[in-house]
Every structure is written in structure tokens, then in C-alpha cells.
């Protein structure tokens, strides 16, 4: 079973920056298209950012410019970078590997 736990919300105000990491086991990761996902109440999972295993990226676009996404193929992390936070940024991020794995979520929010 493909496990995947995420780290890293919070709470930060407007303009302020987290950073989200997963850890993924039970998963040849260095062949695995990862990626970050988030859910707001009330509205569908949407992609945030996902890179391939030979490092490709996309990102949605309301979050280009203020969100990297990286992978450690060492350690079987994935991170997301998240800076200049807009409080529609509040949601639950989850970390997705492969075609439908999936982590538990964390939940951030942007608030002053």
C-alpha cells in the first residue's frame, strides 16, 4: 500500500509564504509523476502544481509565479513552495503520486 503523508500547513497571513512536503513510501518514486492538489469548501479538487519524473513542471495558472513545485528522488519527497499566499489560496492540499494515490490532506489557511 502506497503511503503518502503530507507536512507543512498552517495558518499565515496574507502575503506570507508556506512550504508543504510529502513523503511517499511503498512507491518507486523516482518513476512516479507527483503532484499537489487542494480542495476549498464548497468547490472541486483542482491541481495546484505537478512535476513528472524527468522534472517537467505545470502549474495551475493562478498560482504561476508564487508556487514551485521540486522533487527529492533521494529522499522520496516532494515539496511545494508557496509564497505571496492570497487568502483564495485557503484550502486542503493534497499530495497525489502516480494515477491515483493519494495523501491525507493539510490544511491551509491564509487569514489576517
Known amino acids: 500500500q502506497v503511503q503518502l503523508v503530507e507536512s507543512g500547513g498552517g495558518l499565515v497571513q496574507p502575503g506570507g509564504s508556506l512550504r508543504l512536503s510529502c513523503v511517499a513510501s511503498r512507491i518507486r518514486f523516482s518513476i512516479a509523476a507527483m503532484g499537489w492538489y487542494r480542495q476549498a469548501p464548497g468547490k472541486q479538487r483542482e491541481l495546484v502544481a505537478d512535476?513528472?519524473?524527468?522534472?517537467?513542471?505545470n502549474y495551475a495558472d493562478s498560482v504561476k509565479g508564487r508556487f514551485t513545485i521540486s522533487r527529492d528522488n533521494a529522499k522520496n519527497t516532494v515539496s511545494l513552495q508557496m509564497n505571496n499566499l492570497k487568502p483564495e489560496d485557503t484550502a486542503v492540499y493534497y499530495c497525489?503520486?502516480?494515477?491515483?494515490?493519494w495523501g491525507q490532506g493539510t490544511q491551509v489557511t491564509v487569514s489576517s
Open positions: 497525489k503520486a502516480g494515477f491515483g494515490f
Open positions: 512535476i513528472t519524473p524527468n522534472g517537467s513542471i
